[in-house]
Each structure stands twice: as C-alpha cells, then as structure tokens.
C-alpha cells in the first residue's frame, strides 16, 4: 500500500512541554517523514506521511502528547506528500 499524507493541528497545552521532541521521537520510531512545528497561535501543526497505520498509530499517540502536555483536540486534514525524506522540526510560523 502506498504512503499516506495528513496534516495535523495539535490544541491545547502542547508548547513548551517537549511536544516537538515527542513528535520527532515517535515519528523515527514509526518510520514516519514529515515535519513539525510550533505555530503562533499556541498550536503545534505537524505533516505526516507514511503506511496508513503508522500514520494512524502517530496521530493517535499526538492525542495522548508527552506526559506535561494536556491535548484538547487534533484536527486533521488530507495533503499532500512534499517530497520529505526525513522528519525534522521546522521553525515557528
């Protein structure tokens, strides 16, 4: 089966707890490209692209987040796969 891309906003409280770090982390556990990053509203946005269930299994550990981390919602929408090769943290926007 073929890779599979979806964007993710990430609420609640998820910056300054480590949740770029967890997000990277889990992502090279889960073999998932992409990126992530802080956004200025106090979200944190992150594109995933891999297996269906790996890309499932990652959004539903971003709804758990890293223990200080307190997610009230993850909204998620289909995209498209922009070629990454690798996960990285990329810079607020």
């Given amino acids: 089966m073929s890779d599979v891309a979806v964007r993710i906003v990430i609420e609640g409280r998820v910056q300054g707890v480590g949740f770029r770090a967890f997000v990277t982390m889990e992502a ?23 297996p269906p269930e790996s890309v499932e299994a990652m959004i539903e550990a ?20 922009d ?3 690798d996960f990285h943290d990329r810079p607020t926007v």
């Avoid at 490209?33 to 891999?50: F, K, P, Q």
């Fill in 28 to 50: 090279a556990r889960r073999e998932i490209r992409g990126w992530v990053r802080n956004r200025r509203d106090g979200t944190v946005e992150a594109l995933l692209i891999g």
């Fill in 62 to 81: 971003c709804r758990r987040g890293p223990p200080l981390a307190r997610v009230t919602q993850v909204a998620r929408e289909q995209a498209r796969d």
């Fill in 83 to 85: 070629g990454t090769t």
